[in-house]
């Protein structure tokens, strides 16, 4: 996004404000835009993109996981979630690199994930919803007494946050061509440096 374009980060959180009502869902856009925004960063530095190209490189990616769930509270059935959206998106004249990774994150849609934004997306969409859970079992209700070990276990732990596919995130992982540990460590990490944001700061501080 150039400086002059109104799709911005800015307006994608209105959008999704706009359409999503539930704190819930929207912590969750928050959590996996942090996990996916850095990836952004680390993807902007391998290519040796700087100054206005990186940073626009990096909205890209904030704007794509922001948006991937924001018709999702209006249209849950899985006819037409990210469908409705990708059509809301259009007509709004949102570009389609974003339309086409957000109808990626979804398996169903047939649409193949191929860019590192569509890995990257899919990677982090189950995995931050499971590491906010990590963290909401806490007594501190914090993410930084979630580390990567405890993640692991909980994994395997069947009854724990049953919602989230664990295939998922192993794929996820395996898909952008990552270590899993190396993947939770990383998510991890970017969401210990937005824990205000996302509310996950500790009990004290929410
Ligand atoms: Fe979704
Ligand atoms: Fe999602």
Same mark, same amino acid.
């Given at each position: 996004?150039?400086?002059?374009?109104?799709?911005?980060?800015?307006?994608?959180?209105?959008?999704?404000?706009?359409?999503?009502?539930?704190?819930?869902?929207?912590?969750?856009?928050?959590?996996?835009?942090?996990?996916?925004?850095?990836?952004?960063?680390?993807?902007?530095?391998?290519?040796?993109?700087?100054?206005?190209?990186?940073?626009?490189?990096?909205?890209?990616? /904030? %704007?794509?996981?922001?948006?991937?769930?924001?018709?999702?509270? =209006?249209?849950?059935? $899985?006819?037409?979630?990210? @469908? !409705?959206?990708?059509?809301?998106?259009?007509?709004?004249?949102?570009?389609?690199?974003?339309?086409? /990774? %957000?109808?990626?994150?979804?398996?169903?849609?047939?649409?193949? =994930?191929?860019?590192? $934004?569509?890995?990257?997306? @899919? !990677?982090?969409?189950?995995?931050?919803?499971?590491?906010?859970?990590?963290?909401?079992?806490?007594?501190?209700?914090?993410?930084?007494?979630?580390?990567?070990?405890?993640? =692991?276990?909980?994994?395997?732990?069947?009854?724990?946050?049953?919602?989230?596919?664990?295939?998922?995130?192993?794929?996820?992982?395996?898909?952008?061509?990552?270590?899993?540990?190396?993947?939770?460590?990383?998510?991890?990490?970017?969401?210990?440096?937005?824990?205000?944001?996302?509310?996950?700061?500790?009990?004290?501080?929410?």
């Amino acid at each position: 996004m150039n400086a002059t374009s109104p799709y911005t980060r800015q307006a994608a959180w209105q959008l999704l404000a706009e359409y999503t009502q539930s704190p819930s869902l929207r912590k969750h856009a928050l959590s996996v835009e942090t996990c996916v925004r850095a990836y952004g960063e680390c993807e902007a530095d391998a290519l040796g993109l700087a100054g206005d190209d990186r940073a626009a490189f990096v909205e890209k990616y /904030a %704007i794509t996981a922001l948006l991937h769930d924001f018709d999702y509270e =209006r249209f849950p059935s $899985l006819d037409d979630h990210p @469908f !409705a959206g990708n059509k809301v998106l259009t007509e709004l004249g949102w570009p389609e690199e974003i339309r086409t /990774a %957000i109808l990626s994150h979804a398996s169903y849609s047939g649409v193949p =994930r191929v860019s590192h $934004l569509e890995k990257a997306l @899919f !990677a982090c969409d189950e995995l931050a919803g499971f590491l906010t859970a990590c963290s909401l079992v806490k007594p501190t209700k914090s993410i930084f007494d979630v580390d990567v070990t405890g993640v =692991r276990k909980k994994m395997k732990d069947k009854a724990f946050a049953r919602g989230v596919h664990r295939e998922d995130i192993v794929n996820g992982a395996a898909e952008l061509g990552v270590d899993l540990d190396e993947h939770i460590a990383f998510c991890l990490k970017a969401m210990q440096r937005n824990a205000g944001e996302l509310g996950l700061a500790g009990a004290a501080t929410r």
